[in-house]
């Protein structure tokens, strides 16, 4: 029952995996290779288990938020901000599939200061520099990649993915300083 909620819960995500295997194993005090064949997870709680991994990666995701928020420098549109609200309100099958260009630019324009005066120049600009952005400001591993080829937004962290799931939405926007949900 643990592997299968594991792997039901894990986003694909190899590190969660085994990092949850490596809490699991220190759970039931196995701490060397065993000598004889012990089956472990039935007496502990493999969505606390997650839960403890993920919360782990806390600190970086804030950090991550706070920083491309930032952008390279205070602007009037405040654009990369402005990019994490579709991530932040978003549910979580738009999270896994990634975002349309047009579908971040609407969004945007129902609830940027600009409206629909905001034009799709200066978002596709903020897209195309999210990789440049995320360099400049060192993190690593990479949270976001704009597809141009397939004018997407991707989140290719997915620790980022299941941390996200796990949070207060409105508590990441306000972080930001973005306007909660409706």
């Not at 390279?72 to 654009?79: A, G, I, N, V, W």
């Not at 971040?104 to 629909?116: A, C, D, S, Y």
């Not at 360099?135 to 937004?153: A, S």
Request: net charge negative; proline share 3%; charged share 25%.
């Amino acid at each position: 029952e643990f592997k299968d909620e594991l792997l039901d819960s894990c986003y694909e995500s190899v590190y969660i995996v085994q990092e949850a295997c490596h809490q699991c194993c220190i759970a039931e005090n196995i701490h060397t290779t065993q000598n004889e064949l012990k089956e472990i997870g039935n007496k502990v709680s493999c969505k606390s288990i997650i839960d403890r991994v993920v919360n782990q990666q806390g600190g970086r995701f804030n950090s991550f938020l706070t920083q491309f928020a930032e952008g390279f420098q205070d602007t009037e549109l405040e654009m990369h901000k402005w990019l994490l609200y579709p991530i932040l309100t978003a549910n979580a099958k738009s999270i896994e599939e990634g975002f349309r260009q047009s579908e971040i630019r609407h969004i945007l324009q129902e609830v940027h200061p600009r409206g629909k005066e905001l034009n799709s120049g200066n978002v596709t600009q903020s897209l195309q520099s999210a990789t440049s952005l995320q360099i400049k400001k060192d993190i690593k591993p990479m949270v976001l990649d704009y597809d141009q080829t397939n004018l997407r937004l991707n989140i290719v962290d997915k620790s980022f993915q299941i941390w996200l799931s796990r949070q207060n939405r409105n508590e990441l926007l306000e972080l930001v300083g973005l306007p909660k949900i409706p």
